[in-house]
């Protein structure tokens, strides 16, 4: 699946997440891939299975939440 997200200024890469149960459950989410890029592509999912993902910023200021979808 390719992802793609809108640049975030001052941030110096991306934290690519993704839960496969419960999105309400912190601790399903897992971290799947860094990127410097606005993109990432993951690869080896099950079809028919359900996936949400989450992008965070991570920059001068930490880690902060940029978006999340299924």
């Not at 941030?11 to 606005?38: F, I």
Request: net charge negative; hydrophobic share 35%.
């Amino acid at each position: 699946m390719d992802l793609k997200w809108d640049l975030v200024e001052y941030s110096r890469n991306y934290h690519v997440q993704m839960c496969s149960t419960d999105p309400t459950v912190e601790a399903n989410w897992s971290l799947v891939g860094v990127s410097s890029k606005t993109s990432y592509t993951v690869s080896n999912l099950e079809g028919g299975k359900i996936y949400w993902f989450r992008i965070t910023a991570v920059g001068t200021l930490g880690e902060v939440p940029r978006a999340m979808w299924s």
